[in-house]
């Protein structure tokens, strides 16, 4: 569509009805609905991980950019090490029990699955991973990867076996990782399950502030139980107060490189 026919289309009954909304109910997601039927009218794609372009980070693993927010996947100073530090260190090692759900928020490129697949296999504790994203990477773009050549030769197969496992329904992968991905919008889609840890890897929250609101850590906190424990790469004072709120005991960790502190709550 050209700029002549979006006039003309601006000027249609179609958005005409936009002004017969009633603003004092109107939702950030009745926006959001109204701005991806344009996208869809205009032939534009809303789907950030389309715009992602390989990078190296500094351990020599890869990210992804997307330059239209300014913003990586991982860290620019390592991928797998920022990954590993958070999600494994101060996640799943730190939770006790031979049997762990996790709940992921942010599928992304599946390194955070893949560290946890292996860790599972190796320390023979029985992991149910479920992992929410919205927009899934192409399966071209995912071949380019370097995450299973740096996790040697199980880690390629897991990585491969995670990234071809079906979406929307449980795969168990080895005995000791069973994989459920869900394509799932956590602003809008309601969460249901019980877990024992949390890995929250959304968007940083100036780049994607709808995911770090109080009503997405109250779909969070729906689904945890005493004794979880979330980790993310966040350490913001409001996401702690909202923590806090919510019944956590909060704490700041050591980050990884380039990172002076991430966040480790638990649930009381």
Known sequence: MDITDFIDFMDSMTLRTLWTFDFQTFRFSDFQTFLQYIYLLMGIND??????????TGDGSHTLYIASIDEHYHSHFGALTESKHIFINAGIEYYQGDRVSVLEV?????LNALLTAIYAEEKKRHVTYVTLEKYPLKNDLVSELNHASMTGSRGKWLFDAIHE???????????WFTIHKKKFDLTTDSLSGSFDLIYFDAFGPDKQP??????????????THAGTV??????KGSLRRMLNGLGFEVS?????????VITRAEKK
């Open 47 to 56: 789907n950030t991980a389309d715009q992602a372009r390989l990078q190296v």
């Open 165 to 175: 496992a079906k979406w929307e329904s449980p795969v168990e992968l080895t005995p």
């Open 210 to 223: 709808e995911m770090w609101t109080s009503e997405v850590m109250g779909k969070v906190d729906a689904v």
């Open 252 to 260: 700041l960790l050591p980050g990884p490189p380039g990172k002076r």
């Open 230 to 235: 979330f980790v993310t790469y966040s350490a």
């Open 106 to 110: 942010g599928f992304g490129t599946g």
